[in-house]
Structures are given as structure tokens and as C-alpha cells.
């Protein structure tokens, strides 16, 4: 006799998942050392204040416990300068060296920059944009057509070619002929090659407010995104003050700003002179700031700086390094997290000297906006 289940659903209130005190503190140092810019002494020192207030440790856990825990799991090393001891017991000079992060912590920090902004992403299949073009590639639209010459062997639906030969001979007389091939189309995979430009002038920690971690949290994100996703595309990243310069992925979870003016055609220069190496057809620009351009290098190494209003001379220089971009089929878009009037004027009049594109946003759902932008640019600028 047959047994009666019955199935369904149970509900039962949430409890958290369960989480090792070196968990709950590895959540929070990696927020910290974020915001420190990697400094680890600085980032144990605002951990050891928060244990006091919030007490995060017990007698059985502690900080120093933590702290031996991201040595050991390779988080954290320990640098000793010259004369410094050689860490044996006993030597009187082995006061511990300077902490600091490993490669490994570095592309952790990467991952949560990831999580946070753009969600958890999983790596897909080949890992490339579809252009919204149809043909031969390997990003499967759903889509049936009739067998042409020249596709490929391996691009043939055979399900649906033997339902079609089925139903047009029979089984009794079955028989697969050309009319019954049909294929799935799929989209061709274009590549892009970005450059994101970070503002690192004074003014990105003025006003009470801390521009330049998120613009640093979301510079780790879009590299982790594309090496995870979109491994054959390309992304470079430089930060402009009184001059620009490029920076390696490794070293964003260090990035600082400094007494700097803005130098926005330096970075621009810069930025164009990256992407004509580049061989793939498709190139953009983002340029996260929050300023205006108050600084150009003269032709004899001298800077000239104008931090009252928009300088007339500065402005022309940006409006012609867009309309450069322009020439090259560079679109630039600017991401702007100042809310001045005259400056989105300015930006208004920038973007549409390049005919790119102008996002006016404080720091809330930047990170977003960027891997959206990012997408959409990628399915429709195959040429």
C-alpha cells in the first residue's frame, strides 16, 4: 500500500548563519582597511576602539588572537626594516615588524568590493558581452533558423533537426535531409578596452565628506568584475591631480588623495594615449569626479593653477581633448558626484563636445551606475 506524503513548505523564523569570531571580525577589518587605505596599524587601531565600545572579543577570543589568525591564514605579513632583529628568541631588537597586507587580502578586498556594488556575480561560460548582433559566436540567443552553407557542424540543433525529419518522413521511413537542419543563432562577442580615471584631488576629502573610497571601492569592483567576467576585455585605471599617471589593480586598495589642483586634460592625454594601444575596436573612457578642472602642465614643465570659478583657458583645453576623444570614437563618460551648478553646466557642455554620456550622482548606487553603464555600452558599440 502506497504511503500518503504530503509535501509543502515549513516556515520557521530567521536566524542568521552562524559566524566564527574570527568571521565577524574579518567583516568588519576588511571594511576598515579599506577606509585606511591599507594601512594596517591605523585599521587594528580603529578595530581595538570598536572592540572597546561594541566589545566584539571575549577572554576566549581577542584581537591579538585575530591578529595571529591573519598572519597565519596569509592575510597579513610582517616586515622587519635592516636592523631591525632577525626574529629569533632572545634577540633584544625583535620588537615585531610592520604589518601589512598580502596579495592575497588584496584580491579579497577586490571580491568585497564586488559583492557589495555589483552583487554576487558568478563567472558564465566564456565571460563576454553579447553586441546584440546576431551570428557566429558563442553566446546562444534561443533563437531557431534554417541550416546555411558554411555554418558549422557543431552550431546544428540536433534535437530539432530529427523532430523536423520526423515529422516530415515519418519513423517508419525516417530520413534526415538539409531542409531538416536548423541552428541556434548566437551573438558575436565584441571586446572593450576602458580606461576609468579617478579623481585623487584635495577636494575628494573636503566638505565632511569621503568621495574617494567609494570611487576606490568601485574602480575594485569593475577590475574584479571584468578578470572574472570578462577576461578578454581590457581595463586600465589612472588617477589625476596636478598630473595623471596609471596605477596597477594591486595598488587601489592603497590609493590616497592628495594636496593636488585638478588636472583633468592630463588625464584625458593620458587616457587617450592607453587606449590608441589598445587593438580591440571598442574604447570608452569613464572619468569619476567631483571637481573642476583647475590646473594645466605648461609646455615648460610649469603648472598653471586657477582654483576661482571656471578658468576660460582650462575649460577650453578639456572642451578640445573631448572633442579629440571624439575624432577617435572615444566616448567619455563622466560620472559626477558634485551637485555645483556651474560645474554640471560645464559637464553638460564637456559631454556633449564629445557626444558621450553625463551621470550626475552623489555617492549612493555610483558603483551601480558604472557596471550598468558598462553594459550597455558593451552590447552596442561593435563596429
Request: hydrophobic share 35%.
Amino acid at each position: 500500500m502506497a504511503m500518503n506524503i504530503r509535501k509543502g513548505f515549513r516556515f520557521a523564523t530567521y536566524e542568521a548563519p552562524e559566524q566564527t569570531p574570527f568571521e565577524k571580525l574579518f567583516d568588519i577589518f576588511q571594511e576598515l582597511i579599506t577606509h585606511t587605505s591599507g594601512d594596517v596599524d591605523e585599521a587594528l587601531d580603529w578595530l581595538r576602539e570598536l572592540d572597546k565600545e561594541y566589545e566584539l572579543t571575549d577572554e576566549n577570543y581577542t584581537i591579538d588572537d585575530f591578529i595571529e589568525d591573519l598572519k597565519s591564514k596569509g592575510y597579513l605579513q610582517e616586515e622587519f626594516k635592516d636592523g631591525g632583529g632577525d626574529g629569533t628568541e632572545g634577540d633584544e631588537t625583535n620588537k615585531g615588524g610592520d604589518l601589512s597586507i598580502t596579495a592575497k587580502m588584496e584580491r579579497i578586498i577586490r571580491q568585497r568590493a564586488l559583492d557589495q556594488i555589483f552583487g554576487k556575480l558568478k563567472r558564465n561560460g566564456a565571460g563576454n558581452h553579447k553586441t546584440g548582433k546576431s551570428g557566429q559566436g558563442d553566446e546562444h540567443t534561443g533563437e531557431l533558423r534554417e541550416y546555411r552553407y558554411g555554418d558549422g557542424l557543431d552550431r546544428i540543433s540536433m534535437t530539432e533537426s530529427i523532430k523536423n525529419a520526423q515529422i516530415s518522413s515519418g519513423i517508419g521511413a525516417f530520413s534526415l535531409n538539409e531542409d531538416d537542419l536548423v541552428v541556434e543563432d548566437t551573438h558575436y562577442k565584441a571586446q572593450m578596452s576602458t580606461v576609468l580615471m579617478i579623481d585623487i584631488s584635495h577636494s575628494m576629502i573636503l566638505y565632511g565628506e569621503d568621495r574617494i573610497t567609494p570611487a576606490k571601492k568601485v574602480a575594485m569592483a569593475l577590475a574584479e568584475l571584468i578578470t572574472t567576467l570578462y577576461p578578454k576585455d581590457t581595463l586600465d585605471i589612472l588617477v589625476f591631480g596636478n598630473d595623471a599617471w596609471p596605477i596597477p589593480i594591486k595598488d587601489l586598495p592603497y590609493l590616497k588623495v592628495g594636496p593636488y589642483h585638478t588636472n583633468t586634460v592630463a588625464g584625458l592625454q593620458l587616457a587617450m594615449d592607453m587606449l590608441r594601444r589598445k587593438r580591440n575596436t571598442n574604447k570608452q573612457i569613464f572619468m569619476i569626479t567631483d571637481g573642476k578642472p583647475s590646473c594645466l602642465r605648461m609646455p615648460d614643465g610649469s603648472y598653471y593653477k586657477n582654483s576661482v570659478g571656471l578658468d576660460d583657458f582650462i575649460v577650453e583645453k578639456c572642451y578640445n581633448m573631448a572633442r579629440q576623444a571624439r575624432k577617435h570614437h572615444i566616448p567619455i563618460t563622466t560620472f559626477m558626484i558634485a551637485q555645483d551648478p556651474y560645474l554640471m553646466q560645464f559637464i553638460r557642455h564637456f559631454t556633449e563636445a564629445n557626444k558621450g554620456k553625463a551621470f550626475f550622482t552623489g555617492l549612493k548606487g555610483l558603483g551601480e551606475m558604472i557596471f550598468e553603464d558598462y553594459e550597455a555600452n558593451r552590447k552596442k558599440r561593435l563596429k
